[in-house]
């Protein structure tokens, strides 16, 4: 758009594309609710008063609201495409997201950050980056790619990279590791903030944390830690995802000298959650119900997390900004009627425009480097006992148990009346053939196996299962389907879901994804488990930073100790 | 200073430089007064706690808020040099300002701006710019330089340039202007702000003059029209000079949903205000006085500005920002004890401590190019009536008179029965010889000339008097001097005020100034004139966008015809 015409426009020199009458604008710079008409051009807002115009809209004394911001999402925990994702959720009102491609780049390193540039180009929603600051998460298993400083540093000129995104290591920030203060001083070099994620962290550690110049974290759980973080300069990041759910504890810390700093975000939301609940949306009616001025949600959701990233032309209607804008009826119910993007409308009771979201023509090279062949998973009985990760209900955490092992020719076997079964973690980045294999003990299934090429953060295959054939053929499902989840009964597939883009994410819709998984979980509820979600617990398993026990493709890996161990013990 | 040490201090991995004790801390993130410690490394904050440290600063319980800022000032205004203006205003606990060297840039171009940058280099306060968006304000006169987009440009890349200044031709903005366009779009591009100054703009002219990205305004004179630029995204400088004061009017506009988009500024404050109320400090305790929340009122002057203009280091008391503060006693009634920059006691009791301003050892050219000889005041009589420009009392605006003319020997000169004197305005940039002539009345002057460098905004030299002889010694003098202001009486010069920094400033300190200006008024004085403040009125009269009849280098201009006209009528 240029300046000149989107003045001559605001001006009224010459008739406006749209007029939106009667509108009651929810204004995010003055706190106020004003009744007027909404003057669009161009896909820009360029007047709140009466002009002449090709077309009108009668609002009908609805309200209006800038479009909704997510402060911090990874899009791969929707398990579908940028495309598909976008159709998910801006019928909810959120139309625009700064992401962060930590999943799909600790699978391709920048060639994941390049295909998620491109897959979000030409959508009905903006969607910025942060760079993911940690890859890869750790050094005790083998990820998809290592991004160093000069890796990440050409994407920090790229207009819709807006940030460093979540500086996990923050070790690494304390102690000064060169890698990880190159990165910082590039990205505020750059005048990008740095976006930091410190649970717990405080006294001088966290004077340390800040002084590196990380100004926002969203992974507060208590009222006491948000305000030690707001108190130091750290803007505030208020989740409510699936796993972790902030929304409630920390709304107390919002009031009329904080709420300015605060930022509403979903981090990971997966598609059940997203279908069925909402999306910003869903947080803002929560904030609401729950007591937070309809206004200061919305701004909230809007005007704040542009601030914070510069994106001068979001999150206000106002002349020059781009006219993406939410429609409803009800301020202390809000649900999205109608959205706009770019002044087009996009969405309309709930459901998306079709014509509006482009095929997603992009694709994505394979990210799958495992020859099928190479895969075994017997492990030959070395003692008597073995060590057996114990998974803790309803908690990503786990517990290490020390067992008799189940031997059978030889071969350490998985014990079905025990509960304790196989596990595996095989590598599919480089090809090296590591497999890292272990026992785990309350899945609870009694038959089969199950698999993901879904495994935090480095996305290696991860496979738990009552016989090796089973695990085999699961596994080898996957590597098919160039990624995916499966389960498998006696060497037969009954339920799959196909995740080609980086072995992450569907390229189908969004709902499709959701009763895809749907259907996984009774099929893997038939093995006999009573987990409520064996895939995203079975996701966290070669994880090997969330204590106790973990395995990842180099063997088991004792988080306490930080340091690879032996499967069998004296 | 190196992010390494800095992040290292605020670890307390080694003594910190100074430990200021039992503080209470104006935390401008959450609101909130916290008693604590605060420790200072390298200029910098680097913790609040308990660190060790080299030397310990006990507060006795005495408040602490991070250094005030001035977020728009000409500093020429103070009619002082860089360095004086930091010495009087760093001990009113003013650590940065945001000046917008408007005119110095219309005496001498992008040199002008050179030296400012050159002169507030090494100073105990913070100096920024914004450039100067309208060199010359207008093309009804000679100014000393043209500065187009061109010109500007490369100053962007500046790390100590945050923005545009004051673009005061809203017309050339809303008719698109080549030239204006482009100094918006070039500083957009930098993500650096665009400010306006737009006095009474409404309407679709104020939504042209928004949409173009002009993202602040100083001019609003009531709470009506600053809520209206509010609601377009516009933040509010709230203005408290010597001529315009706005603080009063304006403080109904501040509420909880609005006080984050506020800033003060001074504008043009004047070195008498300056040295007996005071700065920022005392537009902090009108504002209390008036009802505004002293920690609102704070906020106001430090992390409203620093975040609006990207100062990620400066406006509050946290790890990894400059270590600026005030130190005061009474919350209610501000008055800053000690002030510190960057981590240096550089004030106490209201004196600057002497050895931590430069010399102030960078000089500026010259910017008096006018031949003495020249200069000839004489109006050869044409016709028997004349235009007389009529003073308006304690306004800047003049009224068009038409008078006979008092001729003598065929030209027409000075009536002081009927106070109507004569005036001129002599270009002193180009050598063009241009000399506008004309008469006004009003002055109340029975003798003598006075005569100044200062006139807005081209600075051409000013000159009003009863005779020729005499204004011609006042003249004479002022080049004499490389600028200033003068009074002359039977040829001889009775009081002057040399301004040989660009015409415009003086070299010595504030309170000189101030003294030697309250000498000349009385100097003045007795000339017969009860115009208080006979120069300010003197320097206005030049500027030819004010109603209604002014004088430049060129003659008569009629602004509300906005022509030139002649001095004489039928």
Aim: some cysteine; hydrophobic content about 45%.
């Amino acid at each position: 758009m240029n300046l000149k015409e989107l003045i001559a426009a605001a001006k009224g020199e010459q008739p406006v594309d749209c007029l939106f009458t009667n509108a009651r604008i929810i204004n995010v710079f003055s706190g106020e609710i004003i009744s007027g008409h909404i003057a669009v051009f161009g896909g820009y807002f360029v007047g709140i008063g009466d002009y002449p115009a090709q077309e009108t809209v009668d609002l009908k004394n609805r309200y209006v609201a800038p479009g909704f911001i997510d402060a911090h999402v990874h899009i791969e925990s929707a398990m579908t495409s940028v495309s598909e994702f976008a159709r998910a959720v801006v019928c909810r009102g959120t139309t625009t997201v700064v992401a962060d491609p930590h999943e799909i780049a600790n699978v391709m390193g920048t060639a994941g950050i390049d295909y998620m540039l491109q897959a979000s180009e030409n959508l009905p929603m903006n969607v910025f980056f942060t760079l993911p600051s940690c890859v890869p998460a750790t050094n005790m298993e083998t990820a998809g790619a290592v991004l160093g400083p000069d890796a990440l540093k050409p994407f920090l000129d790229h207009d819709r990279i807006v940030g460093l995104g979540e500086m996990m290591n923050f070790p690494g920030v304390i102690f000064r590791d060169d890698a990880v203060i190159q990165k910082i001083k590039d990205t505020l070099a750059h005048q990008k903030p740095v976006d930091g994620h410190a649970p717990g962290l405080t006294g001088k550690d966290l004077n340390a944390y800040t002084a590196a110049g990380i100004t926002r974290d969203h992974e507060c759980t208590t009222p006491d830690e948000a305000m030690k973080k707001l108190r130091l300069g750290m803007q505030l990041m208020i989740r409510e995802g699936t796993g972790a759910k902030n929304l409630k504890d920390l709304l107390p810390v919002i009031n009329e000298k904080t709420a300015s700093r605060v930022m509403w975000c979903t981090d990971d939301r997966h598609p059940g959650d997203i279908c069925e609940q909402g999306h910003i949306d869903f947080i803002i009616r929560t904030a609401i119900q729950n007591g937070i001025d309809p206004i200061t949600a919305i701004q909230i959701a809007t005007v704040n997390p542009a601030r914070y990233f510069g994106l001068a032309q979001l999150g206000a209607i106002a002349p020059g900004k781009r006219a993406d804008m939410v429609v409803f009826s009800d301020l202390q119910n809000i649900a999205a009627e109608q959205v706009y993007s770019s002044g087009r409308l996009v969405a309309a009771d709930g459901k998306l425009i079709e014509t509006v979201v482009s095929s997603g023509s992009v694709s994505c090279p394979s990210a799958m480097n495992v020859k099928p062949d190479s895969i075994d998973f017997a492990i030959p009985a070395k003692k008597e006992k073995i060590r057996v990760i114990e998974l803790v209900p309803e908690q990503i955490i786990t517990r290490q148990a020390v067992h008799e092992a189940k031997v059978e020719n030889g071969f350490v076997i998985s014990d079905t009346s025990a509960d304790i079964l196989k596990i595996a973690v095989v590598e599919r980045h480089k090809g090296t053939g590591n497999i890292g294999k272990a026992f785990v003990s309350g899945f609870g299934i009694k038959k089969g196996a199950i698999a993901g090429s879904v495994a935090h953060d480095s996305h290696n295959i991860i496979v738990v299962g009552t016989c090796d054939e089973d695990m085999k053929t699961a596994v080898e499902r996957i590597i098919e389907m160039n990624g995916g989840l499966t389960a498998v009964c006696d060497r037969k597939v009954t339920a799959e879901l196909p995740l080609p883009i980086a072995g992450l994410m569907s390229a189908a819709p969004l709902e499709t994804v959701r009763n895809q998984m749907d259907a996984m979980i009774n099929a893997v509820r038939v093995m006999g488990t009573s987990v409520p979600d064996p895939f995203m617990i079975l996701s966290f398993l070669a994880l090997p930073v969330i204590p106790e026990l973990k395995l990842t493709d180099r063997g088991l890996f004792d988080v306490n100790q930080f340091t690879h161990v032996s499967l069998f013990v004296d």
